[in-house]
């Protein structure tokens, strides 16, 4: 994989362009081709059954586009650090939020994992299906969705939850809400934080879908710590956001030292 973009080479450019519908298109696909198992399987199959196929599925779905985005876009993943959470748990796993690949990157690791999700995209045509059969969690009512994450935290879940709410407008980090710790207090689960690192904020709150990416790019997800069950919840918003602030605030590892490991 080439590390240093060959910056206004027509040829690059046009192969930016290429690789960013070939990224897009490959997702449409495969959530398209899911999307009628899932819509059948869904009011068929007992919760005890469709709700580990459907996180598998959708695990395995997101490590499989990650590959060929390594192989066909020049992209490079390092999210090894994921693996030591596999058989721990239950773990609210709390993430910054830089990119619309940050559920996929996090999900493509925990095939137990379960996704905090806006109510738009568990309605959304290409994700809805799937969200649903996997019983991700709807975040537009409080009160359900606490009890939703205290009920799959019980049963040996990876909560996904971004506590700014939605993707970073200012970076390196904008407020968090109060939902992660409101989480951990009612159920007395660790908050486990991950750092995720973009060499470009590709897909961010102001990169639009269609604009082209800077490639190569380089993505990656450490572990950063592991904070006790939650009993003062606001506090622990402010200690939750400082400890983001200061951490990726951090000058970032050079992306060209970031190793493929998908």
Known sequence: MTDQRPVGNPLWIAYEYVAMVVGLASLALLCLLWLPFAMLLYPLLPRRLGQPLGRRMISHGFRFYLHLLERLC?????????????????????ANHPSLLDAVMVVSRLPNAVCVMKAALMDNILFGAAARLARYIRNNAPLEMILGARE??????????????????????????????????????????????????????????????????????????????????????????NYFRQTLEMPPENPSTIRHAV
């Open 152 to 241: 799959e935290l019980q049963g040996g879940a990876h909560l996904v939850i971004f506590p700014e709410g939605t993707r970073t407008t200012n970076f390196p980090l904008d407020p968090c809400t109060p939902s992660t710790g409101l989480i951990s207090s009612r159920t007395g689960i660790p908050v486990q934080t991950l750092l995720i690192e973009f060499s470009t904020p590709y897909l961010g709150k102001a990169w639009p879908l269609f604009r082209r990416p800077v490639l190569p790019l380089a993505c990656r997800i450490r572990l950063g710590r592991r904070f006790a069950p939650v009993a003062d919840v606001v506090a622990f918003s402010g200690e939750l956001e």
């Open 74 to 94: 020049t992209c490079r993943f390092d999210l090894t650090e994921l693996d030591a959470l596999r058989d721990q748990g239950p773990l609210i796993l709390a």
